[in-house]
């Protein structure tokens, strides 16, 4: 009967730390440790001991090695912020600038263990030349902040059927809002967001989902894989993109991208074959 009773009071415990850990207050909590007022900074994050941290993709060992430690601002105020209390992930569009003045895109991917403490870091800072953070607005619609609360299940169906109406170049059946705009790398396409996907058409492979059910946010994690062509023809490219959907419709869409050529076949180091095996 003590035995019993003790495992109760652990496994009520472990529940109570859990839950704890994934409240919104948490979450917010360590987004406002890493993007401070004047400048992401590193210097008070709570790492686990075991902590996984990858920059482009590439496993590092510290944050000594991210590029947390070039940045001395902001280039842009705009953040976009994704709170999945489901998955204890904090995601984050943002737009810092560099001790030599050079301006990024930043997504930054947190993941909390149930005591709070950083278990994954994940970053993607785009390196193309036609990556352009001086386009971005300076603040995003305040749309993207207010509540629009959905299921879970219900917004990743509307964003879902983005990458899956590219693999199939047609659009048609992507519920997007009249005034939707699609910024790639900063750059405002000047397209419909569901619109010519004939021209876009390939498999979108290695997706991860990260969702925020009380704003309408989302963060997905996915491929254009173009190994079908001939090596070199066409670059993979790994986005990281970012929706706000608003009455079941996708609002506007921010994505950071990075070009992966095909040889070696890009392989997402936290999918469920990656060194790191998230979710």
């Not at 750059?187 to 979108?204: D, H, K, R, S």
């Amino acid at each position: 009967m003590t035995s019993r009773l003790h495992l109760l009071v652990l496994l009520h415990s472990q529940i109570t730390i859990s839950l704890a850990a994934c409240q919104r207050s948490t979450l917010q909590q360590a987004y406002d440790s890493l993007f401070q007022e004047d400048k992401p900074s590193i210097s008070s994050l709570k790492l686990a001991s075991n902590v996984k941290i990858s920059s482009n993709n590439v496993a590092i060992t510290s944050l000594q090695q991210s590029p947390f430690v070039n940045y001395t601002g902001y280039a842009k105020p705009i953040r976009i912020t994704v709170l999945d209390e489901e998955k204890c992930t904090v995601a984050v569009f943002s737009a810092p600038k560099n001790v030599d003045g050079t301006t990024n895109i930043l997504s930054t991917r947190m993941t909390l263990n149930p005591t709070g403490e950083i278990a994954e870091l994940e970053t993607l800072q785009p390196t193309s030349l036609f990556t352009l953070p001086s386009f971005l607005p300076d603040q995003v619609n305040t749309t993207w902040t207010a509540s629009s609360t959905a299921s879970r299940a219900d917004i990743q169906k509307v964003i879902t059927s983005y990458p899956d109406g590219i693999a199939l170049g047609d659009g048609k059946d992507v519920p997007v809002a009249s005034t939707c705009t699609r910024y790639e790398n900063g750059f405002a396409m000047p397209l419909a967001c569901n619109g010519v996907f004939w021209l876009f058409q390939t498999n979108i492979s290695q997706r991860r989902w990260y969702i925020d059910t009380k704003t309408g946010t989302a963060l997905g994690n996915f491929v254009f894989d173009q190994s079908k062509y001939p090596a070199g023809l066409l670059p993979q490219l790994w986005l990281h993109e970012y929706f706000k959907v608003d009455q079941g419709k996708i609002f506007e869409i921010f994505a950071a991208m990075e070009s992966q050529y095909p040889d070696p076949i890009y392989k997402d180091i936290w999918g469920p074959k990656g060194k790191f095996g998230s979710n």
